[in-house]
Structures are given as structure tokens and as C-alpha cells.
């Protein structure tokens, strides 16, 4: 909870969670993700693209702006919206882990994927391999950002402070003493992030900056 001392805009200097083990690994990851997304975008540009690849050129980029929007939320304390936003930065990383497996459904997905014909979102996360850890795991994703989104009471839990009093109350504002709400965020977000760039080289293979970029990012993550 905001104290009267805390700054009208943090900056990275001053940011609450500045120091988080999570948070240094999304930034690595999104300096990664840049370096990969610039040397995809130039090689866009020098030859014709198949749909496949017009597909990532526009999901791609959305997925990565909304992870940017993720990190400037934690660094202003705005973790309750950076939560809400990992739904589509979700559904952006099983849409087009989905096209990359199934590329014949790029044709229905540029026709809006009209309602009925369009696979669900929990089908779309078990082609990411949530199927092979259990059964029903992309439906428990879906259910778990979808309490999120709509405001179910499950989704107090990600606003939950403590008062000085002992009890607790429900944020309206920044949220600067919840490191573990912040390392949650921070971890599905970049693990997220990194599926988006290895989609990268399935659709733009050969690409070697793009190559290195993951590896630089998977080196982050596991601290090698």
C-alpha cells in the first residue's frame, strides 16, 4: 500500500520491487525478445512472406507490446492489472503456437476465427504441451485468468493487502509490499515470452540473431 512518501511515477531507479529475482529475469527476456523481434521484422521486409508468417508478424508484436505494458504495471505497482493482462498475452502465445502446428487454420483465423468454428482457447494451450502435464490443463489456465478478467471472488486474491490494523483490504491503487504477487507475474510473463520468441524461429527460420536472442533469454532464465 502506497505510503505518503511514495513517488507520483517510479522510475527504474526507485521502482518497489526493484532487486526481484523474477523481475530481472523478465527484463532480460524482454531485451531478448526486442533484439529477436527487430531481426524477424527486417527479414519480413526482404522477401515475400507465406500466411503462416503474416500471421506472426501481426500476433507477435501484440504479444510483446502487452508484455511491455505487464512490466511498466509492476514497476508502478499496478499488479492487478498486470495480472489481467496476462490473459491475452496468453491467448496471443497459444494462438499462434496453435497456427504454427495446425497452419492450415490461418485461413479461419484471418476471418476473425468466427464463433463456433474457432478452436477453443483451452484447446489452442494444449498445443503448447499443457496436455502432455494433464488432463484438463489448458481448461484450468483458461478458468484460472478468467476469474481474473471478470472479477469472480477467486480473483481477490491478486489485490489482497495487509492494513496497519492486522486485517487485510483489497487494493484500489498500487500494491508496492506483494514481492510475491510481483514474482508470480513476472515469471508466467516471461515464460510466456520466450514461447513467443521460439514461435519467432518456427515461423522466420535461419534467422540467427533471432536464435541467439533465445538463447541469451533461456541463459537468463535458468541462470547459466
Not at 8 to 13: E, F, I, L, N, S
Not at 53 to 69: F, G, R
Request: charged share 15%.
Amino acid at each position: 500500500m502506497p505510503n505518503e512518501g511514495s513517488p507520483a511515477v517510479y522510475t527504474p531507479g526507485n521502482e518497489p520491487y526493484l532487486g526481484s529475482q523474477g523481475l530481472m529475469r523478465f527484463d532480460l527476456t524482454i531485451v531478448a525478445a526486442m533484439k529477436a523481434n527487430q531481426a524477424v521484422a527486417l527479414a519480413s521486409h526482404q522477401s515475400e512472406s507465406t500466411a503462416l508468417q503474416l500471421a506472426a508478424c501481426e500476433i507477435i508484436p501484440q504479444a510483446i507490446s502487452i508484455s511491455l505494458s505487464i512490466r511498466e504495471l509492476i514497476r508502478q505497482g499496478y499488479l492487478l492489472s498486470g495480472m489481467i493482462l496476462v490473459r491475452p498475452l496468453i491467448e496471443r502465445t497459444a494462438i499462434i503456437s496453435y497456427l504454427v502446428q495446425n497452419p492450415a487454420a490461418v485461413a479461419l483465423w484471418k476471418l476473425g476465427w468466427p464463433h463456433g468454428k474457432r478452436p477453443s482457447l483451452a484447446k489452442m494451450l494444449d498445443s503448447m504441451g499443457w496436455d502432455g502435464v494433464g488432463d484438463s490443463m489448458g481448461r484450468k489456465i483458461c478458468d484460472t485468468f478468467n476469474h481474473l478478467v471478470h472479477g469472480d471472488p477467486l480473483s481477490a486474491q491478486w489485490n489482497m493487502i495487509g492494513l496497519d490494523t492486522g486485517s487485510i483490504g483489497y487494493a484500489s491503487g498500487r500494491i508496492i509490499d506483494r514481492p510475491d504477487v510481483c514474482d508470480t507475474l513476472a515469471g508466467i510473463a516471461y515464460a510466456h515470452l520466450i514461447i513467443v520468441m521460439a514461435m519467432m524461429a518456427a515461423t522466420f527460420p535461419g534467422i540467427d540473431d533471432t536464435i541467439s536472442a533465445i538463447s541469451e533469454a533461456v541463459n537468463a532464465v535458468t541462470g547459466e
